[in-house]
């Protein structure tokens, strides 16, 4: 062997900020700037505006999985989990300002939306490839239930009884009611967050999966993390104050029905943590496609009714929560399948069938009532 030192190759260029994907950097600054577009006056500059919140929405998604990966589960989707509810919040408020009494039940629309997406499209869909891959996936029965427990009694409190009290004609809740609803649904999300990351955390683990990946971020790659998913939220806050005419008048202008937005809303926050479940499901961890999918939920109703009832009542607006009896008895559906789906600790395809096909019934009945 020869005696001379090897050539030194050159140390390859990394990104400044710590490995973090360039593009998850440039596109919310780029959103910030196409905040000073102002409120979109032509059909190419609102479909630009809603790209740049798409990929913002993005971007805000990934540093939350980045965060994710370092603090390891189930904490992971609790974070996600926080940026999402975030996103879904400043687009319901951010329309509800814009149009006023005329947006009054689009929470309600967009949070039964968001329900339905989590437990039975994405639920549906992880359980039916994973199936398909792996055959069966098991998972930790007790986190489960705990989720699927707390989803039921949310649900109904702020979907369902607000038709069947009497001190507001219709399917309203009065200030004191609504107040009430708010407190309990956060002090059942913040139970839920206890058990799920201090008392029980180990029930929302399954055992195969316990030692993932976190380790590998370095704390520095978290923290740009942090500081970039802040720029990111902001960013889509903003956009989505910009945007949310457009959306209403292009619904109007195809003739829809208005929950029509309310899906738009709920399906544009959940795109990137569906891709997130997926995933999870194709590489054998059901666990954390539950954890995400009914986290979701559970975040949907019990940070976002509460942070829409405060602001209705300070734009002196009237909060429609109530479901039509149509979606009470999809809403009944779901939750008595999920109860028996997700009940054995094992999930087949024939599972994932069943949700899909709830789901369908749920968009084509919303689509043509």
């Given at each position: 062997?020869?005696?001379?030192?090897?050539?030194?190759?050159?140390?390859?260029?990394?990104?400044?900020?710590?490995?973090?994907?360039?593009?998850?950097?440039?596109?919310?600054?780029?959103?910030?700037?196409?905040?000073?577009?102002g409120k979109p006056g032509s059909i190419p500059m609102a479909v630009l505006i809603a790209?740049?919140?798409?990929?913002?929405?993005?971007?805000?998604?990934?540093?939350?999985?980045?965060?994710?990966?370092?603090?390891?589960?189930?904490?992971?989707?609790?974070?996600?989990?926080?940026?999402?509810?975030?996103?879904?919040?400043?687009?319901?408020?951010?329309?509800?300002?814009?149009?006023?009494?005329?947006?009054?039940?689009?929470?309600?629309?967009?949070?039964?939306?968001?329900?339905?997406?989590?437990?039975?499209?994405?639920?549906?869909?992880?359980?039916?490839?994973?199936?398909?891959?792996?055959?069966?996936?098991?998972?930790?029965?007790?986190?489960?239930?705990?989720?699927?427990?707390?989803?039921?009694?949310?649900?109904?409190?702020?979907?369902?009884?607000?038709?069947?009290?009497?001190?507001?004609?219709?399917?309203?809740?009065?200030?004191?009611?609504?107040?009430?609803?708010?407190?309990?649904?956060?002090?059942?999300?913040?139970?839920?967050?206890?058990?799920?990351?201090?008392?029980?955390?180990?029930?929302?683990?399954?055992?195969?999966?316990?030692?993932?990946?976190?380790?590998?971020?370095?704390?520095?790659?978290?923290?740009?993390?942090?500081?970039?998913?802040?720029?990111?939220?902001?960013?889509?806050?903003?956009?989505?104050?910009?945007?949310?005419?457009?959306?209403?008048?292009?619904?109007?202008?195809?003739?829809?029905?208005?929950?029509?937005?309310?899906?738009?809303?709920?399906?544009?926050?959940?795109?990137?943590?569906?891709?997130?479940?997926?995933?999870?499901?194709?590489?054998?961890?059901?666990?954390?496609?539950?954890?995400?999918?009914?986290?979701?939920a559970l975040a949907t109703i019990g940070l976002t009714i509460p942070a829409v009832a405060i602001a209705s009542m300070a734009m002196g607006l009237e909060l429609?929560?109530?479901?039509?009896?149509?979606?009470?008895?999809?809403?009944?559906?779901?939750?008595?399948?999920?109860?028996?789906?997700?009940?054995?600790?094992?999930?087949?395809?024939?599972?994932?069938?069943?949700?899909?096909?709830?789901?369908?019934?749920?968009?084509?009945?919303?689509?043509?009532?």
């Amino acid at each position: 062997m020869s005696d001379q030192p090897s050539a030194v190759r050159p140390r390859p260029v990394t990104f400044p900020c710590f490995a973090l994907a360039p593009w998850s950097i440039v596109v919310p600054f780029l959103a910030l700037a196409a905040i000073a577009l102002g409120k979109p006056g032509s059909i190419p500059m609102a479909v630009l505006i809603a790209v740049v919140l798409g990929g913002a929405i993005m971007a805000a998604v990934y540093h939350a999985e980045v965060i994710a990966h370092r603090v390891g589960e189930p904490f992971g989707t609790l974070i996600l989990a926080f940026a999402v509810t975030v996103i879904e919040t400043s687009l319901i408020i951010s329309i509800m300002q814009s149009e006023g009494a005329g947006a009054q039940a689009l929470a309600r629309d967009t949070v039964f939306a968001a329900v339905m997406i989590t437990i039975n499209g994405i639920v549906g869909v992880c359980l039916l490839l994973g199936g398909g891959r792996h055959h069966e996936q098991s998972y930790t029965q007790s986190g489960v239930n705990h989720g699927l427990a707390i989803l039921a009694t949310l649900s109904v409190l702020t979907l369902v009884l607000p038709n069947y009290t009497t001190s507001e004609a219709g399917p309203f809740y009065n200030e004191n009611q609504l107040i009430f609803v708010a407190i309990d649904s956060l002090a059942l999300y913040a139970t839920f967050v206890v058990a799920q990351t201090i008392r029980h955390r180990d029930h929302f683990l399954y055992p195969e999966e316990i030692g993932g990946a976190h380790e590998t971020v370095p704390p520095a790659k978290a923290v740009a993390a942090g500081a970039m998913l802040v720029v990111a939220l902001v960013a889509v806050v903003l956009l989505a104050k910009a945007l949310s005419p457009s959306i209403e008048a292009g619904v109007a202008a195809l003739g829809a029905p208005p929950a029509t937005v309310g899906i738009i809303i709920a399906a544009l926050v959940l795109a990137p943590e569906s891709l997130a479940a997926l995933g999870a499901a194709r590489a054998n961890r059901v666990q954390t496609s539950l954890n995400l999918a009914i986290g979701s939920a559970l975040a949907t109703i019990g940070l976002t009714i509460p942070a829409v009832a405060i602001a209705s009542m300070a734009m002196g607006l009237e909060l429609e929560l109530g479901l039509s009896f149509k979606s009470i008895a999809l809403l009944g559906l779901t939750l008595l399948v999920a109860t028996m789906t997700l009940s054995t600790g094992r999930t087949t395809l024939v599972q994932g069938m069943v949700h899909l096909v709830i789901f369908s019934a749920y968009l084509f009945t919303t689509l043509v009532p």
